[in-house]
């Protein structure tokens, strides 16, 4: 994991000592692997990887048979990614969807990152990138839903049965059944546009995505013995949940703090027509089979409309808004504000998104009307793209604001600063948001805005532009504006400047705001109280064998369900069993013999024979630093 997924993700299982939890973690390049291992808390049992970038090998080869049933399962995915009877939600720059067909959605980017929980142990995965289409609505809408999972969960099973399927995956075999499906009648038009080089950029993209299928972490003694999954995002990192539940019917649980489907549709524009419209059709069919079979916490309002729009079910969703450490924001969130009252300030990353161009016109604007205000940009430019955005933010500001003295004797200064955390001006964040009055958002496209909220933790008034969850965090405690729309941001600000009683009335209001709806506390007791609820309403049912592989009966009893010092092993833990958690429901029999085996399949291992254990194709290493 990465970036903002890996923080709250690390808060949250700190923060849930009363549970054991399993890292199941997809690493999406080697850059990410080459970052380290965080040190992890005593309640992590294990930590299992394996990379979606590479593989060592392309696993065994297929059987005749396994080879038709590998034809029959991709033939009908391929059938599904190319239909034409699904309409398609195309994002605005804004991020607000509006309908618009398959074959116009700009589509994907590949990165991926997760994490698995589980004891009560939940298992958690996180992802940088999902999406996809939407799902047609009514009857139509499940026939596409019913036939995409038929296929998914058909790989799925050979996948298992055989020990992987990527040299299936990357096949000619696979290659040709897109090209059928894309010259079948009825196929999208831009589908059928599709050339050979156009096929093969799919079929490998879908192979990257469909890797998690040849995994052996659905075992009895992996993901098939947690009570719960959690996934940190939808599509390729929710998979292993998804599989874990097919499996043995282990409960989902799919986080999203962010808007992935939306992130796709924008990820690729230079791809071709027939590129982009099979990859928003794969990434959008995998979305609603995550949201048909999880249960979804959406970080904002926001997000959770674009959920409901692919098919969530409303009575599955429950907001949880993002836990943010609020103490490190104390000092100046509670310290009297002095703060230059002339002073803008803006913080995040430097990227086109950002809209610094509008900003700086707006700056200009104010600068009429308030000539002492000055405009300090602090941040550190996004790769390679956000470095050259820079540096024509640069030279525009260079080219509106020329060097200003305020005399023939001195020397010349810029009103527009551009600075990073760490340096002189700004050592660290929370001092870079308190040397302005009033901190300004000018994004046109936001998912959930964390500089706003630590904005808000810092006491300070804002002005932003309506943009994803902006109007949901703010609510009422600062100026919300149109996006691409310098005048309107200049008048705003002009107006908190120009009244500092107002300034500090909504500075205290966002700082009560965010202390109530913000922070790590609020977000930890949130998702302890739906753990709870989804593994009370899921259960995993497990049958304890003995050594003979017989079921034991009353080998788990009733009082191991309730909280208290004799739930605890009373002679010695049993294979594949684990310690209940303080809370009161375990993973496995409270006291059950030494020579015990716990299945979780829902039925004794007898019933359905013996399973034999797929090999693993894709290198995953164990363990729990």
Not at 126 to 145: L, M, N
């Amino acid at each position: 994991m990465s970036g903002d997924a890996r923080l709250w993700c690390d808060r949250l299982v700190r923060g849930l000592g009363q549970h054991e939890f399993d890292v199941y973690a997809l690493s999406r390049s080697e850059r990410q692997e080459d970052e380290g291992w965080l040190e992890l808390p005593p309640q992590v049992q294990r930590v299992r990887t394996a990379p979606l970038w590479s593989t060592e090998d392309d696993g065994p080869a297929l059987g005749r048979r396994a080879r038709r049933r590998f034809r029959e399962h991709y033939e009908e995915l391929a059938a599904v990614l190319c239909a034409g009877d699904a309409p398609v939600h195309v994002p605005t720059m804004s991020g607000a969807p509006t309908p618009g067909p398959i074959g116009s959605a700009s589509a994907v980017s590949e990165s991926v990152g997760s994490a698995s929980v589980g004891s009560v142990r939940p298992a958690e995965f996180s992802e940088a990138a999902a999406g996809g289409p939407c799902a047609p609505s009514g009857e139509a809408s499940a026939v596409v839903a019913d036939r995409f999972a038929n296929a998914l969960y058909g790989l799925a099973e050979l996948a298992r049965d055989e020990g992987g399927l990527v040299a299936a995956l990357r096949s000619e075999s696979a290659v040709r059944a897109l090209e059928r499906a894309c010259r079948a009648p009825g196929a999208l038009r831009t589908a059928r546009e599709a050339r050979v080089p156009d096929l093969l950029t799919v079929a490998a993209h879908v192979e990257r995505a469909l890797r998690p299928l040849s995994l052996d972490w659905y075992e009895d003694d992996a993901l098939g013995s947690v009570d719960l999954c959690h996934a940190t995002a939808g599509g390729t990192a929710a998979l292993p949940g998804l599989l874990a539940h097919h499996f043995a019917g282990v409960p989902l649980l799919v986080t999203e703090y962010g808007v992935q489907l939306r992130t796709h549709y924008l990820a690729s524009a230079d791809a071709p027509p027939a590129v982009r419209a099979l990859f928003a059709a794969f990434h959008g069919r995998l979305a609603a089979e995550v949201y048909r079979r999880a249960a979804l916490t959406p970080g904002n309002t926001h997000t959770r409309r674009w959920q409901e729009r692919c098919g969530a079910d409303r009575t599955k969703l429950r907001t949880v808004h993002p836990g943010m450490e609020a103490s490190r924001f104390a000092e100046v969130g509670e310290a009297p504000d002095r703060a230059d009252p002339d002073t803008l300030v803006w913080v995040g990353r430097i990227e086109p998104a950002k809209d610094l161009i509008s900003l700086l016109h707006a700056f200009a604007e104010i600068r009429k009307e308030e000539p002492k205000a000055r405009l300090r940009i602090v941040g550190a430019p996004a790769g390679a793209e956000g470095a050259a955005y820079l540096g024509h933010c640069r030279a525009l500001a260079a080219q509106l604001f020329p060097d200003e003295a305020e005399g023939v004797h001195a020397v010349g200064d810029n009103p527009v600063s551009f600075e990073e955390v760490g340096g002189p001006e700004a050592p660290t964040l929370p001092e870079a948001y308190a040397s302005g009055t009033v901190i300004v958002l000018s994004s046109v496209v936001e998912g959930f805005p964390i500089g706003l909220v630590e904005a808000m933790f810092c006491g300070r008034a804002t002005v932003s532009t309506d943009v994803g969850a902006v109007v949901e965090v703010i609510g009422g405690t600062g100026l919300v504006v149109p996006p691409r729309n310098p005048r309107a941001l200049a008048e705003a600000c002009v107006t908190l400047l120009r009244d500092p009683e107002r300034r500090e009335r909504l500075g205290a209001a966002a700082r009560a705001r965010a202390l109530e709806l913000f922070t790590v506390e609020q977000n930890i007791a949130a998702f302890h109280g739906i753990y709870l609820e989804v593994v009370s309403h899921s259960p995993v049912h497990r049958v304890v064998l003995d050594d003979t592989g017989e079921p034991l009966p009353f080998a788990a009893p009733a009082e191991s369900h309730i909280p208290g010092r004799w739930t605890g092993p009373t002679t010695g833990p049993a294979t594949g069993s684990t310690a209940g958690p303080a809370t009161g429901f375990a993973a496995g029999p409270a006291a059950v013999p030494a020579a015990a085996r716990v299945v979780a399949r829902g039925g004794p291992r007898w019933a359905a024979g013996a399973p034999v254990r797929a090999t693993t194709p894709l290198p995953t290493t164990e363990a729990a630093r």
